[in-house]
């Protein structure tokens, strides 16, 4: 019996920057790109990411596309409800996933013990969504492939990975679909990297495909040059410090905390930074950071160069890693001038949260905002000014300075897409914009309109496209 046509119906990360998941229908399976958490208003997350719009225990496989938590922080609660099947990644993506959903599941119980002792009488005790023991059955269906690789994930459904320079072992997916009518192709950016950014390759030529899935995140934006990035960083923190403040830094534990570690060591370097402690209050970013270490296969020739002369490029004498919690409460009494990087990016849970609370109403403190906030996620209200926010229970008047630095993005911006799109112009039946806002991934798809693309689209949660 002829199997139905290939069809991608997307249920996460469609008109918003988070919870990417897109279900691909294909030689009668289900199979999904990506299983993300989904990060905004705490009450909508719960009920978005404790449900599937399928049962997971349909799903056959699922195609991960690099180890950020919005990309593959549900896995665990996929396999908690059912889901059997392999888990295909890159090597340097199993190696991360293995430490953020560790993390993850840890610090979703230690939220909800947080949260349990503050609810009021009557109120339903929180639960987490999943546990270490769901993230350790996670990890054992992991299936690890090298860049370039083509492998079956299901009886006629065959993908390769090439090097999206997103994040460590991030991955561009490329499918190839058997089908009665022919072969049929999809490729999924993921999130796509930059060129030119420290420590990763730069992302390679995207493969020409029949249906494209893009991230759009930064349509329509323009991210400054790395350089210019890099110094502006300095200033922030040199201006901070001479006021006597805290420079406090919301980072993800995987990809930005090492980007912003290896600019802040570059400007110690030649003198354009001053002799401030550098506190990385994660636990993760230690195991995260190791896991840097044993993948040189996915750096570029300078940190290759720069790691064989300076062995210690993520650490050296002013960087010191915060793991026991009484240590990070202890950086909340001190009024000493410092850097403290801590996660979450998004500022939606664990320590980041606590600097937070202890640190902006202090106008001589400052945060500096480096990556992406996804709407209604704290990180947003602070990018926005807003005057008070509330944390923990608590409403906290906003009075640091907030920087916001997109140029420590690792994000492709508009032009960056054009670029590595515009090959495809000519072969793309239909081009899908996806992890992006409304207004981002429309600014997206009429650059795209205008290099040529016919059928481009930015699709509603659970929308279907034939391919």
């Not at 072992?169 to 192709?185: F, M, N, Q, W, Y």
Request: proline share 6%; with cysteine.
């Amino acid at each position: 019996m002829p199997h139905s046509p290939p069809t991608v119906t997307f249920w996460g990360a469609a008109r918003t920057v988070t919870g990417s998941m897109h279900r691909l229908d294909a030689v009668g399976k289900v199979v999904l790109l990506d299983c993300g958490l989904f990060q905004g208003r705490r009450s909508e997350s719960r009920a978005r990411n404790v449900t599937f719009p399928f049962k997971p225990r349909h799903v056959a496989a699922v195609v991960l596309s690099h180890a950020h938590v919005d990309h593959c922080g549900n896995l665990p609660n996929l396999v908690k409800q059912g889901f059997s099947g392999p888990i295909y990644c890159t090597p340097a993506t199993r190696a991360l996933a293995s430490v953020m959903l560790g993390d993850a599941a840890k610090i979703q119980e230690e939220d909800a013990n947080y949260l349990n002792k503050k609810r009021e009488r009557g109120e339903p005790p929180v639960e987490p969504l999943y546990d270490g023991r769901d993230v350790y059955r996670t990890l054992i269906k992991m299936k690890a492939e090298r860049y370039g690789k083509t492998f079956e994930v299901v009886k006629g459904l065959h993908a390769t990975f090439s090097d999206a320079g997103h994040l460590l072992g991030s991955a561009v997916t490329h499918l190839r679909i058997d089908t009665p009518d022919g072969e049929r192709t999809i490729t999924f950016t993921g999130d796509l990297g930059r060129a030119g950014v420290p420590i990763l390759r730069d992302p390679e030529p995207l493969p020409a495909a029949d249906l494209i899935i893009s991230e759009s995140t930064y349509g329509g934006h323009t991210h400054e040059p790395v350089e210019e990035t890099s110094e502006k960083l300095g200033e922030v923190v040199r201006r901070t410090v001479e006021r006597g403040g805290k420079v406090i830094v919301p980072a993800f534990s995987v990809g930005r905390t090492q980007t912003i570690i290896f600019f802040l060591h570059q400007l110690a370097s030649v003198g354009k930074l001053p002799n401030v402690p550098i506190y990385v209050d994660s636990p993760m970013a230690v195991k995260a950071t190791e896991v840097f270490r044993v993948h040189p296969e996915c750096f570029d020739e300078e940190t290759i160069r720069l790691f064989q002369s300076q062995p210690d490029l993520f650490e050296g004498r002013r960087v010191k890693y915060v793991e026991k919690v009484h240590e990070s409460i202890a950086l909340n009494r001190s009024t000493d001038p410092c850097v403290i990087i801590s996660a979450s990016g998004m500022c939606e849970a664990g320590r980041i949260l606590h600097h937070l609370k202890h640190n902006l109403d202090n106008p001589r403190n400052t945060v500096l905002i480096a990556g992406f906030q996804a709407q209604d996620t704290l990180g947003r209200r602070l990018v926005e000014r807003r005057p008070e926010v509330r944390i923990l229970g608590r409403t906290v008047p906003v009075r640091a300075e907030v920087v916001v630095l997109n140029g420590l993005s690792s994000h492709a911006d508009h032009a960056d897409l054009l670029k590595a799109m515009t090959p495809l112009a000519a072969s793309a039946k239909a081009v899908r914009l996806v992890h992006g806002d409304p207004d981002r991934a429309e600014a997206l798809a009429t650059g795209l309109r205008g290099i040529g693309f016919g059928d481009v689209g930015v699709p509603d949660r659970g929308e279907t496209v034939g391919v």
